[in-house]
């Protein structure tokens, strides 16, 4: 069984990883999630947090606030560049409990020095703000973990610039600091996120299912149904994160050199992956490449089933 750490900024599909991670509790053991600035505020993102909790009746898993802003630069929200669509679906009932009073990056530090070193991943789903802070305070940290698994960055075409996307370019001083440091990465980008588009059939595939749980759940889909209606299909990025912890074999990937692009011109945020291994820089990445869209919203729709039998 992994333990992990789910850094996070949920944001729809942060919410279904989230979902997605806790009903495989016989592989995956969520220690704790920490939420980051991103998609939405940091206050709202924890709130959320708490809310997807309570719909999972999991609400003995503890919540962190973190990050407000990013390391540097002003927070750029998703809900500022797509208006009210991010903030869809979250009229689920408030949760009973409250986030801990701890603040992220330094219950990550402290949970990480008490366990065995090598036994912890985090998954990280938002700007990597959180994951820099811990790792920034206390450097060891990197040293102990098992691996990070991340959504960042885009090797082919941005959803922010031309380049850069979402997580990388709102806090870039962030991704460059946790790509600096000396732990397994394996990312999973908008390269793999653009193939797993939620169409007409995945939806149906994921709300067909004769439960409790997915009534409760169309409000979270709705920014998706819309988008599908607008002949415009979303990808479901986050719960690709969760998707390679469960089933690394239906993703291909290489190591590689990445950088990120933290100067404020047209390229910020931008993620320079050394594909063709030409820098004569070291990997510091695995950088999934291909993913099965068949075994992925089998996953989904397995672990939204799965909650609603709880
Ligand atoms: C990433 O940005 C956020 O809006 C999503 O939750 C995902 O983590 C995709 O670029
Ligand atoms: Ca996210």
Redesign the pocket.
């Known amino acids: 069984k992994q333990s992990i750490i789910i850094d996070t900024?949920p944001?729809q599909?942060?919410a279904l990883a989230i979902l997605m991670a806790l009903a495989n509790n016989e592989l995956l053991e969520v220690l704790g999630i920490t939420a980051v600035c991103?998609?939405i505020g940091v206050r709202a993102t924890a709130a959320n947090a708490l809310k997807v909790l309570r719909l999972a009746g999991r609400e003995d898993v503890p919540v962190f606030v973190g990050a407000a802003a990013p390391i540097l630069g002003g927070l750029v929200t998703?809900e500022a560049l797509h208006g009210a669509a991010i903030t869809e679906g979250w009229d689920l009932p408030t949760s009973t409990t409250h986030p801990r009073p701890e603040f992220a990056a330094d219950w990550i530090i402290d949970t990480v020095n008490s366990h065995p070193p090598g036994t912890i991943t985090i998954c990280a789903?938002?700007p990597l703000t959180n994951v820099a802070l811990a790792i920034a305070k206390c450097p060891e940290v990197a040293g102990r973990l098992h691996g990070l698994v991340l959504?960042a960055g885009a090797s082919q075409g941005g959803?922010m610039n031309a380049v850069a996307?979402?997580?990388v370019f709102v806090d870039a001083y962030a991704a460059a600091r946790v790509f600096a440091a000396p732990v397994p990465k394996t990312v999973v980008s908008?390269d793999i996120?653009s193939k797993l588009l939620l169409t007409e059939r995945e939806l149906n595939r994921l709300t067909s299912a004769n439960n409790a749980i997915t009534p409760r759940l169309k409000g979270l889909l709705t920014l998706y149904e819309n988008y599908i209606k607008l002949g415009k299909p979303r990808p479901v990025?986050?719960p690709a994160v969760i998707a390679w912890l469960l089933a690394p074999e239906m993703f291909v990937g290489k190591d590689v050199n990445v950088e990120i692009d933290t100067t404020r011109g047209l390229t910020h945020g931008q993620t320079i992956v050394d594909m063709n291994g030409v820098t004569g820089r070291a990997a510091n990445a695995f950088w999934l490449t291909a993913a099965d869209n068949d075994t992925f919203y089998g996953l989904l729709a397995q672990a939204l089933e799965e909650t609603g039998r709880r």
Do not use: Q
């Open positions: 900024d944001g599909d942060d991103g998609n998703a789903l938002g959504m959803n996307e979402f997580n908008l996120t990025h986050d």
